[in-house]
């Protein structure tokens, strides 16, 4: 099946400083990944921050999280319920793991066992149809049979119908805020229902972090990220479930759609999407005999092995200097960098990290890199 | 454009010489292309029929349909209003004439010119939704102001639909009886209207037959094979609207399948025939942009020039047995019949038109031929 059956555990402090090192200025996922590939540790990272920064011409240092800040989360996090886990520890959802932007911590309540096993994403309209929202539950049901956990967005409309159907075989909500701001409020009680069966809930923002507009696609990538594949039941043009394909597409994971009539605006984007190329699906056996191969195969593996980074020399000056020049405004690849200026990868993966940490480089999908 | 610029035009005696011909016991459209391959004119062929089916075994010589008989049925046609065209002719659609069972003789009613036409056919259920009713007129209005024929079998539901939409444009009706038995009778006045307009009427039966259930699929070859592509708007499993849309693939046509809820029994044949491959079809653009690019190609050309044929030795006894021992119940390829048999593809094709000619052989779609 699908689920790495090796884990890992942080210890206590190693937790701390990941917090520590996530709640900092300027680190985001992508970020907090380059620095552990090139530092191992989180505590070693902390250490750097401020140099690292100043090198890549920050006028001033970012602010770091500090202990008493990280401990003061930890805490609200344990009366809250909450635990934060990292990548490959037991309860993160190893699909998501994969991803080059996964939350360096997730907060997660419920049963961690269900995070570990296959998932399939059901998300849709919030306005659905009767018959939208009767074959989302229909899906979500048969598909909880067969062994999948459905992962969802605790949205109304089809995301609730997904998540009712399949409260006793196992279901996940992904949260666009913190464990204690629940959007929509009314579905505090669809929550309570998920935790209360054998589901969970996970978030990458700290509690009290109320969901903006912003933060939905932010999440979105989570719902498609830890499943295998992500089906979209009802969509009008436009809708932030399309955006969900969209990124299950960047992912790799696989996009099914729900078709429609053409006189039927709630179809349209389920209907483009099939044009595009998602599978088509009636049933839940069109999904299961899809993501079989997929579940088959083994998990993709992180991308590089952190050692090579760890011992690389670093950056002179010019070598600054000349990626700075090859820089701009418009996103490029970090593979051109690599070739037009003829460092090494690990120097130009350090470059590129003091220029974010001192706030002026932005990281895009894809390996894509640009000036702020 | 699509159509073919240069027609032909028979002379009185070969067109009653041809009507004679497919009117004669044993003869149906492939024989008599075989029959024209060898021997140039129907004339010729006519002369030779008993000999050949006496050659390929015949217990008693097939009936041959005499002169008075044809020309009693040219005057019939004449009286009606039909018109008999043969393939090349101005008025036979010039993608049916490709097509390797082309009635040999097409009796039509209405506008020649639109006959000659690019056509998209538009079919479906005969107990179609209000929402597929209106979706294939929307269809068949854009179709037509786009230039393109609606050709459809003047059935209840979606053909109607399809036809009523189109009959200012320009709509054809195919029968699966003869021109003075319309299929249901209530539609006599949708028949008048569309022959009112710049529609036509084609049926490959002579005037008199009364359509049998066994008519209906092989009228349904005409609706796909005059046709760029077949479009079915609602089909449950199973339905009539499938075999019309198998034919399509079969002859190389474009097949469109509109969407629906999988929940609606009417949708599930047209999804079906996307997961299959068919092309999703929510706008009128969805079918111009795919056709667009087989307008342009030329069109197929007959698949061999008879002239080979028509000097072509008799088949010697020893060649006519061992084609009847590699020769069974079933259907094998005339391609492995020349490879296992060493003959001549002409000499083996005049074997088997011997035995067709008796009665003995069974001809199949692409090329496969069984011993009846």
Chains 1, 2 share one sequence.
Request: aromatic letters at 2%; hydrophobic letters at 40%; one cysteine or more.
């Amino acid at each position: 099946m699908d689920a790495i059956n090796t884990t890992i555990e942080l210890s206590e402090t190693e937790r701390r400083d990941r917090l520590r090192l996530i709640r900092s200025d300027n680190v985001g996922p992508r970020t907090f990944r380059s620095l552990l590939d090139h530092f191992g540790t989180a505590r070693i990272a902390l250490d750097r921050l401020p140099d690292l920064a100043r090198r890549g011409g920050a006028a001033r240092a970012g602010r770091i999280c500090t202990i008493d800040e990280a401990e003061a989360e930890l805490d609200a996090c344990r009366r809250y319920g909450v635990q934060l886990r990292a990548p490959q520890e037991d309860g993160y959802p190893p699909r998501l793991a994969t991803c080059d932007d996964a939350p360096p911590l997730l907060a997660l309540r419920g049963a961690r066992t269900t995070l570990m096993r296959p998932m399939i994403a059901i998300v849709g309209s919030r306005n659905a149809s009767a018959a939208g929202l009767k074959f989302a539950g229909q899906l979500a049901n048969e598909l909880g049979e067969a062994g999948f956990v459905i992962i969802s967005g605790l949205a109304r409309g089809i995301d609730q119908a997904a998540h009712r159907a399949s409260l006793s075989s196992g279901t996940v909500a992904v949260l666009a805020g913190g464990h204690d701001r629940i959007y929509p409020p009314e579905h505090v009680d669809l929550l309570g229902a998920i935790l209360g069966g054998s589901g969970a809930a996970i978030s990458e923002m700290p509690l009290g972090h109320e969901p903006r507009a912003r933060d939905f696609p932010r999440r979105n990538r989570l719902i498609s990220g830890a499943s295998l594949g992500v089906v979209v039941v009802e969509a009008a043009h436009r809708s932030g479930s399309l955006i969900t394909a969209r990124m299950a597409g960047e992912q790799g994971r696989e996009v099914f759609a729900v078709p429609g009539s053409p006189l039927d605006p709630r179809s349209a984007g389920t209907n483009d999407l099939i044009k595009q190329g998602a599978t088509l699906v009636t049933e839940a056996a069109d999904i299961i005999q899809a993501v079989g191969p997929i579940m088959e195969r083994p998990q993709p593996l992180p991308l590089r092995e952190p050692d090579e980074d760890l011992f690389a020399p670093d950056p002179e000056n010019h070598d600054r200097a000349q990626i700075i020049a090859l820089l701009g405004p418009t996103p490029v690849s970090i593979d051109d960098l690599i070739r037009l200026s003829g460092l090494s990868p690990a120097v130009l993966r350090m470059v590129l990290l003091e220029l974010e940490l001192a706030g002026r480089l932005e990281r895009h999908g894809g390996g894509m890199v640009s000036l702020t």
